[in-house]
């Protein structure tokens, strides 16, 4: 399996520290609002190269954060905490605000079959190790004391740069940009590990520490999880590409200064879904949702689609023309793949053969366009009996996780769908005139159709069952 590693800048032979068990670490969402669709193309990506690995043969221990302190509303130390941002122009209090848009976003995770990771651990919950190794870092000399705050200093170290084989000078004006410039940091490249001290005062969370009551940076977080639950040594670390820098950066520094060698050897990073505007982001507001999609009539699974018909490495452009396109590519495949039969028997030279070439794919750097050619090819293969089509199909979608061979609301006619809405609507009558008889009858004969329905506060709702 061959994947590109940032920290080499090539495409590598992925070779895991422990042959039997790959460790991976992801970048989680900042709940302070839904994730967009340019948030979830990243974790679609991830889905893909942990479902890769499983296909290979490769049990995946994975751990996900979610940031829900510390990530301040500039990827510099300054602005204010968008938790606490997000809180206050909602009226709520951070954790609430935290556990509602870390519900939203597991929801998205489960309409786009994304895997969720074994691990998930939320920021705040670890404090007490943020201190401990900030505590470490001091006593090593890469960190000191100014002025209120904790900070890393990035001049200790060989190279803080190795992630971005940027210069120096370069990537400080890039730090520089908009930031007002730190008086109390030794180095500009430097970065806070614990505040005491920001301009915004009104941080809702804080904690006792050796420094004073204050919050960790934003950094510190995703080091300290991945050690207390992967460990020293780390196969894979990911998250998008702008997380390379400062993000990734300076995890590999703290880390690596804590732990004193090598920390991660994969980094892979998820280049950006754009709009007319550029980068889709969560700060500037205007963004698309997977709900908004669905709002539209969409199916989550055409958007998962348009994404793995693109190279990950590459930015991909969000238009409804698209979208469109790819949801008709995808109704057209389900088409194909639900009118399969169980006829014949597995031709194994063939299974085997088609199975190859899809491997050879996927473990090419995650070549997913490449692997729904193979998919397409299994499909129009007129020597193929449907049978090992069947089981082909099957297999790949281990990996792409398209729901091919699984009828949904989706693939139902208009003329289904308005059937089984006049009979929710006699049930509700039935309902209404206390006739329980009928509107239990109503319910049993959809079951048997398949069609599930479900009492809930806005009404009856139903799906394939
Ligand atoms: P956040 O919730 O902002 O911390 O970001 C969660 C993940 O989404 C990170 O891995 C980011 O790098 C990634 N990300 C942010 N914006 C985009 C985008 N427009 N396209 C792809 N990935 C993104
Ligand atoms: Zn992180």
């Not at 590693?5 to 609002?33: A, D, S």
């Not at 994730?35 to 995946?60: C, F, Q």
Request: proline share 2%.
């Amino acid at each position: 399996m061959k994947i590109y590693n940032t920290l080499t800048r090539k495409v590598e032979e992925f070779i895991p520290i422990n042959k039997n068990i790959v460790k991976m670490y992801t970048c989680g969402p900042t709940v302070y609002h839904y994730a967009h669709i340019g948030n979830l193309r990243s974790y679609i990506m991830e889905d893909i190269l942990e479902k890769t690995l499983i296909y290979n043969g490769y049990k995946v221990d994975r751990v996900m954060n979610i940031t829900d302190v510390g990530h301040l509303s500039s990827d510099s130390d300054s602005g204010e905490d968008k938790m606490v941002k997000s809180a206050k122009e909602k009226k709520k209090s951070v954790l609430d605000i935290a556990k509602f848009y870390t519900d939203a976003f597991f929801k998205d995770f489960e309409k786009l079959n994304i895997k969720k990771p074994e691990t998930i651990e939320p920021a705040t919950n670890l404090i007490s190790d943020y201190i401990e190794l900030i505590k470490v870092l001091i006593k090593k000399g890469y960190a000191y004391f100014s002025n209120g705050n904790v900070y890393f200093d990035t001049s200790k170290l060989k190279d803080y740069y190795v992630l971005t084989n940027h210069k120096e000078d370069e990537m400080v004006v890039g730090v520089r940009q908009g930031v007002e410039k730190d008086p109390n940091k030794k180095n500009q490249a430097d970065f806070v590990l614990w505040f005491t001290k920001s301009k915004f005062e009104d941080q809702e969370l804080k904690w006792e520490s050796p420094w004073g009551l204050g919050y960790p940076g934003w950094h510190i977080e995703c080091s300290c999880i991945s050690m207390k639950h992967l460990g020293e040594y780390l196969d894979i670390h990911c998250g998008g590409v702008d997380n390379i820098f400062p993000h990734h950066t300076n995890e590999i520094a703290q880390s690596e200064a804590y732990l004193g060698h090598k920390w991660c050897n994969y980094w892979v990073h998820c280049e950006h879904l754009n709009d007319k505007n550029g980068k889709m982001s969560k700060s500037n507001g205007d963004f698309l949702t997977i709900s908004l999609l669905e709002e539209k009539g969409y199916n989550p699974l055409s958007y998962r689609l348009m994404c793995l018909q693109s190279h990950y490495r590459k930015q991909l452009i969000f238009t409804f023309e698209n979208l469109d396109n790819a949801e008709q590519t995808y109704k057209k495949l389900k088409q194909k793949t639900l009118s399969l039969k169980k006829e014949g028997a597995l031709d194994n030279n063939k299974f085997n053969y088609y199975k190859n070439e899809f491997l050879n794919c996927i473990n090419d750097d995650m070549n997913t366009s490449s692997a729904l050619t193979v998919l397409y090819n299994v499909l129009t293969d007129n020597d193929l009996n449907e049978y090992t089509k069947i089981e082909l199909v099957k297999s790949f979608d281990e990996v792409l996780s398209l729901d091919l061979l699984k009828k949904d609301v989706h693939d139902l006619d208009d003329k289904t769908i308005l059937y089984i809405e006049e009979k929710i609507k006699l049930r509700s009558k039935a309902k209404e005139n206390k006739d329980y008889l009928t509107a239990d009858k109503i319910r049993d004969e959809l079951l048997n159709k398949g069609i599930l329905l479900k009492d809930t506060k806005e009404g009856t709702v139903w799906e394939k069952n």
